[in-house]
């Protein structure tokens, strides 16, 4: 009797979620989160408190400032404006749990990273990260422990090279570059909190070991059956999610460019890895959350001269414009991040202008969960056939 009780409880749970997912294909709400008091805004990075990064005009002066959400809220100008360290612009492309933010920030042909205290904004004195040697240092993305990876140019500003910093510590050239595949140079994009760190060594995507330089012969992450591949996301158990070209149909001719997501620690398997691809371009993966969902953007139709976002939700890739109400005014331009909850942000354009969004899930995360629980607590008891009834 309990256990076709639970059947009915659990089956009920999966009515609802499926009506959610069914009603007008709409999954997610879009909120604007305004700007800074300039006309535009473009985000890039949300972490687990649903704090949103990125940079806006700022108004009057044309200055470009990175910017830092409360939780859940669009800018607040009056407290969100991070300044700058060199100029009158600066870019936040990450942020960690602890509202830790990193960018850049410079003019014409200097430019320097950053990191910020938790939920402070750029402090000139404390939070330029250095170089390996050059004048210009970029960075990309930040883990919950402080390490930073970006790219730095070395002395003489010939090449670039991916570094990773220690814990809250500027760059430190003689420990902090992580070398090459083999060619000139290369580029880390992201970080998780064992320190493993992805990113691009022309034309190949690498995932190094924990705290580790990259190492040629391990580190190559291969690619899907051509030439080259990116990987610019890792979850905390060191899956990475990138694009790779796929071998190409004719000799002489490029190959079409798929998204894939590797296993645990593993190199690129082409019989499992291979997501597909959306539109006729090729896709740009730019984040990914510890569940494996990854967002991007791709070159749309019909003339493949504008950007569209996407996202992959367990193996199936959607267009994000079809996931919203259409009535919204909305255009989904791009999607640069998503945190655990399964929130995300991007730019797109509404009313005409380039916008930073925040989109959440329908439901809001944990409710469904919200009522699993309750049902199977109801399952339990006795009462659980008045309990259903009165949810018909």
């Not at 905390?236 to 002489?252: I, K, Y």
Request: proline share 6%; hydrophobic share 35%; glycine share 16%.
């Amino acid at each position: 009797m309990r256990w076709r009780v639970s059947l009915r409880a659990a089956g009920l749970v999966v009515v609802l979620a499926a009506a959610v997912q069914l009603h007008a294909g709409v999954m997610y709400t879009v909120t604007d989160l305004g700007t800074l008091g300039g006309t535009y805004s473009y985000a890039r990075g949300i972490n687990d408190r649903g704090q949103v990064v990125g940079w806006s005009e700022t108004g009057g002066d044309y200055a470009q400032h990175a910017f830092r959400t409360g939780p859940n809220q669009p800018i607040n100008p009056a407290t969100d404006d991070l300044g700058s360290l060199v100029g009158s612009r600066s870019r936040a492309f990450a942020v960690n749990n602890l509202g830790q933010v990193v960018g850049w920030s410079g003019e014409a042909n200097e430019f320097r990273a950053f990191r910020t205290g938790p939920n402070q904004p750029i402090n000139p004195a404390t939070d330029d990260l250095g170089t390996l040697g050059g004048s210009m240092t970029f960075a990309y993305g930040i883990n919950d422990v402080g390490q930073v990876v970006g790219e730095s140019w070395l002395s003489g500003n010939k090449s670039a090279r991916a570094f990773r910093t220690g814990p809250n510590q500027p760059i430190n050239p003689s420990t902090d570059n992580l070398g090459t595949l083999g060619g000139s140079s290369s580029t880390a994009s992201a970080i998780n909190d064992a320190g493993q760190v992805v990113g691009a060594s022309p034309g190949r995507g690498f995932r190094t070991g924990p705290n580790s330089a990259i190492n040629p012969l391990t580190d190559d992450l291969g690619t899907l059956g051509g030439l080259g591949s990116t990987a610019n996301a890792i979850t905390a158990s060191g899956h990475v999610a990138g694009a790779s070209s796929l071998a190409p149909e004719q000799p002489g001719f490029p190959g079409a460019a798929h998204v894939y997501r590797t296993g645990r620690n593993l190199r690129i398997n082409p019989a499992s890895d291979d997501l597909g691809a959306i539109g006729e371009g090729s896709p740009m993966v730019w984040g990914m959350n510890d569940g494996g969902d990854i967002v991007g953007s791709y070159f749309a139709g019909p003339d493949y001269d504008h950007e569209s976002a996407f996202v992959v939700l367990e193996s199936t890739i959607y267009e994000l414009n079809d996931l919203i109400d259409p009535a919204s005014g909305w255009t989904l331009d791009g999607a640069y991040d998503i945190n655990n909850l399964g929130q995300i942000v991007g730019s797109g354009h509404f009313g005409g202008q380039p916008r930073a969004f925040r989109l959440d899930p329908i439901p809001e995360p944990g409710s469904l969960s919200v009522v699993a629980i309750w049902l199977l607590v109801c399952a339990r008891s006795r009462s659980v056939t008045r309990a259903v009834g009165r949810l018909r």
